[in-house]
């Protein structure tokens, strides 16, 4: 395992007690306070290395099987992403803050690179900022911030009572009818992929979608609103719907890097609304 922008971090050598214990559980020593579904991502962002070669979190160990834990230094500071956050409303209890695609939105064990959660304490000096919903890399739109747990406590409620309203505009390949709801069930437990079921969810889970526009060449504007959203929600259920995003390559047929049309453009609950438009060709 040969990689200049890594820097090492940690070693431990496994002994007799540790025979036929996969890796990712076996990384518990060098990294205590993660779960089992971080230590995964460490070893697959390449962060990990048994007697200098890369692995698999599902390698099992062997007496003598030096393991070396990395850490990158390349990743993006925070010197570096804060330029490019904005906020777009603050009051005493929440902010907004626009998050470019392209951004963590929260601190990832493992892959080392700064995130948009972790530049909050220098946005908001003194305030005791708390990110309270996430967007996946590839999406741009509005970070919700909490000042306090009293306040992050207070959104949570209100998301399970249905009192959060959150809309997205996507570009997707197709041309659906003027308005329809997916209301599949899904399953969150795989990082990268999320299965829609056959079964219907709880309405909190719906994805309502309205047709904005017609774009041309098979490619249409939608508006996506959901009240608690889970986990890729927005793209399994539409792609389920066979509406895949523009450039999504988890679930439609684009290239890896491929720019992918998802922006959260509005939060609303009350006493708090946010907009902002994406910023698209």
């Known amino acids: 395992m040969d990689n200049k922008n890594l820097k090492e971090c940690s070693r431990v050598v496994a002994t007799e007690n540790d025979e036929g214990l996969r890796l990712d559980k076996f990384l518990i020593v060098l990294l205590p306070e993660t779960g089992l579904r971080q230590r995964r991502r460490i070893v697959e962002n390449g962060l990990v290395s048994v007697n200098g070669r890369s692995a698999k979190p599902g390698l099992k160990m062997f007496v003598g099987a030096e393991v070396v834990l990395y850490e990158k230094t390349d990743a993006d500071s925070t010197e570096n992403l804060l330029p490019h956050l904005t906020i777009i409303k603050e009051t005493d209890d929440y902010a907004a803050v626009l998050k470019p695609a392209g951004m963590h939105s929260a601190s990832i064990a493992g892959s080392m690179e700064s995130s948009a959660q972790d530049c909050l304490e220098e946005l908001f000096m003194e305030k005791n900022p708390?990110?309270?919903?996430?967007?996946?890399?590839?999406?741009?739109?509005?970070?919700?911030?909490?000042?306090?747990?009293?306040?992050?406590?207070?959104?949570?409620?209100?998301?399970?009572?249905?009192?959060?309203?959150?809309?997205?505009?996507?570009?997707?390949?197709?041309?659906?009818?003027?308005?329809?709801?997916?209301?599949?069930?899904?399953?969150?437990?795989?990082?990268?992929?999320?299965?829609?079921?056959?079964?219907?969810?709880?309405?909190?889970?719906?994805?309502?979608?309205?047709?904005?526009?017609?774009?041309?060449?098979?490619?249409?504007?939608?508006?996506?609103?959901?009240?608690?959203?889970?986990?890729?929600?927005?793209?399994?259920?539409?792609?389920?719907?066979?509406?895949?995003?523009?450039?999504?390559?988890?679930?439609?047929?684009?290239?890896?890097?491929?720019?992918?049309?998802?922006?959260?453009?509005?939060?609303?609950?009350?006493?708090?609304?946010?907009?902002?438009?994406?910023?698209?060709?």
Request: net charge negative; glycine share 8%.
């Open 130 to 281: 708390i990110l309270i919903n996430r967007l996946d890399y590839s999406t741009s739109g509005i970070l919700l911030v909490a000042f306090g747990h009293e306040q992050a406590r207070l959104f949570k409620e209100y998301e399970e009572e249905g009192k959060v309203e959150k809309e997205y505009y996507a570009r997707v390949l197709g041309n659906p009818d003027s308005e329809f709801v997916v209301k599949k069930e899904l399953d969150t437990d795989s990082r990268t992929v999320t299965k829609v079921l056959d079964d219907g969810s709880d309405r909190l889970r719906w994805s309502y979608v309205d047709r904005m526009a017609d774009l041309g060449n098979g490619v249409s504007l939608v508006k996506v609103r959901i009240a608690k959203g889970a986990r890729h929600q927005i793209r399994a259920h539409l792609a389920s719907a066979g509406f895949p995003i523009v450039g999504d390559d988890v679930y439609g047929q684009a290239s890896a890097g491929e720019k992918m049309y998802l922006h959260n453009h509005l939060i609303s609950f009350e006493g708090f609304r946010a907009e902002c438009e994406p910023d698209w060709d």
